[in-house]
């Protein structure tokens, strides 16, 4: 199993869609690359903590790719907006990708260069050593299974699954 430690906007956007996925064992909201101690939700929120909303997304290589989990990381998020996912605006949303070891940090470099032939701007994804995970309240795990009705899961999060579904439609899982 390999586990990556991803941020591109709100969490619960890439959860959604990492959970759809074949061989994807597990998807953690949480929050990395901050210098606090601690990490909560409303710490995070308010941007003086250095956390991102991230993901950590656990994978059988056997089963998917890990280049492909990393391309749909970008398919699904804007890498090129600094601090800022649509309306979602600050550090904390920020565009970034915690490496484990010296081999993640080499699969996200070739993913960022990979992703550059699909942008105009500049890519501004942060690429840094993963010190720390804090996982998320227990509301913040599975948001958009467990709260169908809510417009921001129709309204943001629906349309990034229908996005990676139609490029990347052989490593969905049918039940889902």
């Known amino acids: 199993m390999v586990t990556y430690t991803l941020a591109g906007g709100c969490f619960w956007c890439l959860d959604a869609v990492f959970r759809r996925l074949k061989g994807v064992e ?3 909201c949480g929050y990395a690359g901050g210098s606090a101690e601690d990490a909560h939700y ?3 929120a308010s941007g003086k903590t250095g956390h ?3 993901v950590q997304v656990t994978f059988d290589e056997s089963v998917i790719p890990a280049e492909t989990i990393l391309d749909i990381f970008f398919l699904i998020h804007n890498p ?3 601090n800022q996912q649509g309306n979602d605006k600050g550090s904390q949303y920020r565009s970034a990708m915690f490496h484990a070891d010296d081999a993640q940090k080499s ?3 070739a993913a960022i260069e990979r992703t550059k032939a699909h942008w105009d701007d500049p890519i501004v994804t942060e690429l840094t050593p993963l010190e720390k995970f804090y996982e998320a309240e227990p509301e913040h795990q599975d948001y958009f299974n467990n709260n169908p009705g809510n ?3 129709s309204i943001v999060i629906e349309p ?3 996005k990676a579904r ?3 439609t052989k490593w969905f899982k049918e039940d889902v």
Do not use: P
């Open 52 to 54: 991102t909303e991230s």
């Open 160 to 162: 990034k699954i229908s």
């Open 151 to 153: 417009g921001y899961c």
């Open 80 to 82: 090129t907006t600094l």
């Open 107 to 109: 699969d996200f470099q």
């Open 166 to 168: 139609q490029a990347y």
């Open 42 to 44: 409303n710490a995070v």
């Open 26 to 28: 597990s998807s953690l």
